[in-house]
């Protein structure tokens, strides 16, 4: 059974900084994409960040562009999301995902679209 772990969040000052990892286990990544979402309070969940395994491919939404980096190590099978500069509107319970398999185009950036989830790390930014 996959796990997905996430860890670091807490909380910052805006304009502070956060690094969250997300260590997974129980299967096999290398064919998948990892990604970072964050659902605030009353609102949708929605993508933040992805990665491909080979790191040839990273999406990023708008709002963290940069301010954010994302990466993974595929050796020890971590996904890390580094959040500089951070603002109120940053405050979220954010998740890392998996995609089981590959797939075509742009990369997913739908919820529907990754297989596995974590249980979330809470980040509240101060103003």
């Known amino acids: 059974q ?22 997974a286990s129980g299967g096999t990544f ?5 990604g970072w979402f964050r659902q ?15 790191l040839n ?6 709002s963290v562009k940069g301010r954010s980096t994302i990466s993974r190590d595929n050796a ?9 500069s951070l603002k109120s509107e940053d405050t979220a319970v954010y998740y890392c995902a998996a995609r089981r398999g590959g797939y075509s185009g742009a990369i ?15 980040v509240t930014v101060s103003s």
Do not use: H
Not at 30 to 34: D, F
Not at 40 to 54: H, L, S
Not at 57 to 62: K, L
């Open 76 to 84: 020890k099978n971590m996904l890390y999301l580094q959040m500089n």
């Open 108 to 122: 997913p950036v739908r919820g529907n679209e990754y297989d596995y989830w974590g249980q979330g790390t809470q």
């Open 40 to 54: 605030a309070p009353g609102k949708d969940r929605e993508f933040v960040a992805a990665i491909t395994w080979r």
């Open 30 to 34: 290398s064919s998948t994409v990892m």
């Open 2 to 23: 996959v796990q997905l772990v996430e860890s670091g969040g807490g909380l910052v000052q805006a304009g502070g900084s956060l690094r969250l990892s997300c260590a």
């Open 57 to 62: 491919n990273i999406r990023y939404t708008d």
